[in-house]
């Protein structure tokens, strides 16, 4: 059903840093890197439309040339400088952990830039990813796409209201993302109604 492989997948999103005007310069002002603060994971299925959760990941990180959160990371995803400060730890720690949790499966997020932010980290902290190959990321809007949904429109906090329903979990944190996801994939399995905006 919908395209997703048979079998266990990862779904899971990153929170990095950021600053006013970060998108608008796409983080070319000095001193602006895409570092990674939270890593948000689940293990579950697709095919089926069930998407049940097996297990979680979730890891801190504290940011290697910005440690000090700014005004506006706090106040767009919730992420407090104390719960870095207490929980965090370096990005080559989480990456690892990371790595285990998803054991060589196909690993799905909203959007393509997190493949390609998790690589950037990597330069930063120079360290070899240990993820590779093209068929390791996907970007589940594609399958979307293919159900005739815009899902250019939408990320994975808003994801489910292409069936007319806001997400019951914080935006912009990791694993709450995550669920918004696997609501909308439930949705999408479900035969919900598609809003008139988000149809091709």
């Known amino acids: 059903m919908f395209g997703f492989p048979k079998g266990d997948i990862v779904i899971f999103d990153f929170e990095w840093t950021s600053w006013p005007g970060s998108m608008a310069f796409n ?6 890197h895409r570092e990674l603060v939270q890593i948000g994971a689940v293990l579950t299925e697709a095919e089926t439309g069930k998407v049940p959760i097996k297990k979680s990941f979730e890891s801190m990180i504290v ?7 700014s005004d506006y990371f706090v106040g767009l995803t919730g992420i407090t400088q ?3 400060d207490t929980e965090g730890v370096p990005f080559p720690h989480a990456l690892s952990k990371f790595y285990k949790f998803c054991k060589g ?16 980290n990597c330069k930063i902290w120079d360290i070899n990813c240990p993820f590779f190959g093209p068929e390791t ?4 809007r594609d399958r979307l796409i293919a159900q005739g949904i815009l ?6 906090g808003n994801l489910t209201e292409i069936f007319g329903e806001p997400s019951v979990h914080p935006r912009h944190q990791g694993i709450a993302d995550v669920l918004t996801v696997v609501d ?4 999408l399995a479900e035969g919900k109604n598609i809003v008139p905006e988000a149809k091709k």
């Not at 690993?107 to 932010?117: L, T, Y």
């Not at 899902?151 to 994975?156: L, P, T």
């Open 105 to 120: 499966l196909t690993c799905w997020s909203v959007g393509k830039d997190d493949a390609v932010v998790l690589d950037e």
């Open 137 to 140: 990321f996907f970007d589940i």
């Open 63 to 69: 940011p290697r040339f910005n440690p000090r959160l």
């Open 151 to 156: 899902a250019e429109k939408y990320n994975s």
């Open 27 to 32: 983080f070319k002002r000095p001193h602006e």
């Open 184 to 187: 909308a994939l439930r949705m």
């Open 82 to 84: 104390e719960k870095v």
